[in-house]
């Protein structure tokens, strides 16, 4: 059981846009940033969003990320076949921990 | 390029001992801190350990009073000695940068990990 919750996994057509959700706690999201991962098949996760909204180097404007309270949402437009992956949120926890969310697996059909 | 390459992993019988390694390059590994991250076969990521550049030092309870994280920066070197081992920590191990210019905890570079097997 993870501290933070994702859905397990979403879905949308090629173009279309789609969020993914990440429930936390005061503990955690409510109290710092959310940092999004993306992680293809067989390969290292890779950083797609800190400090709740920024985007590292590289990592297109299609990806977005925002923050209420306790609860963090990232979203990815124009979707394309190349996004299929399992993307996960991570904050830290006043446990002096990083806490990450189960994973949500995204499939483009 | 930065790089980071983990090495050590391998197959271990249950209540041995594992040390894994980290070596970065194309980067001063000394101006950031460091973690390691698992993810068990078919499971989620999971946070590990982490070390700042001064030596701060932080653990999941998973893994509290059995692991030990440490870093030589003269080798540019992250290691996790694994101490007490279980089936439940075979996993893939990641080594992580942490910069400290984020405000918070983010990983930016991740290496391509290592596979240690906790089986007898």
């Known amino acids: 059981q993870s501290v933070l919750t994702q859905p397990p996994s979403v879905s949308a057509a090629p173009g279309q846009k789609v969020t993914i959700s990440c429930s936390g706690s005061?503990?955690?999201?409510?109290?710092?940033?959310v940092s999004w991962y993306q992680q293809l098949p067989g390969t290292a996760p890779k950083l797609l969003i800190y400090?709740?909204?920024k985007r590292p180097s590289g990592i297109p404007d299609r990806f977005s990320g925002s923050k209420s309270g306790t609860s963090a949402t990232l979203g990815i437009t124009g979707l394309q076949t190349g996004d299929e992956a399992d993307y996960y949120c991570?904050?830290?926890?006043?446990?002096?921990?990083?806490?990450f969310g189960g994973g949500t697996k995204l499939t483009v059909v | 390029e930065v790089q980071l390459v983990e090495s050590g992993g391998g197959l271990v019988q249950p209540g041995g001992s594992l040390r894994l390694s980290c070596a970065a390059s194309?980067?001063?590994?000394?101006?950031?801190?460091m973690n390691w991250v698992r993810q068990a076969p078919g499971k989620g990521l999971e946070w590990v350990s982490y070390?700042?550049?001064?030596?701060?030092?932080y653990y999941a309870d998973s893994v509290k009073g059995r692991f030990t994280i440490s870093r030589d920066n003269a080798k540019n070197s992250l290691y996790l000695q694994m101490n007490s081992l279980r089936a439940e920590d075979t996993a893939v191990y990641y080594c992580?940068?942490?910069?400290?210019?984020?405000?918070?905890?983010?990983?930016?570079?991740w290496g391509q990990g290592t596979l240690v097997t906790v089986s007898s």
């Open positions: 992580a940068r942490e910069p400290d210019y984020y405000e918070s905890s983010s990983f930016d570079y």
């Open positions: 194309g980067f001063t590994f000394s101006s950031y801190s």
């Open positions: 070390i700042s550049r001064s030596s701060t030092i």
């Open positions: 005061s503990s955690n999201i409510g109290n710092d940033y």
């Open positions: 400090e709740n909204n």
């Open positions: 991570a904050t830290w926890d006043s446990s002096l921990s990083v806490v």
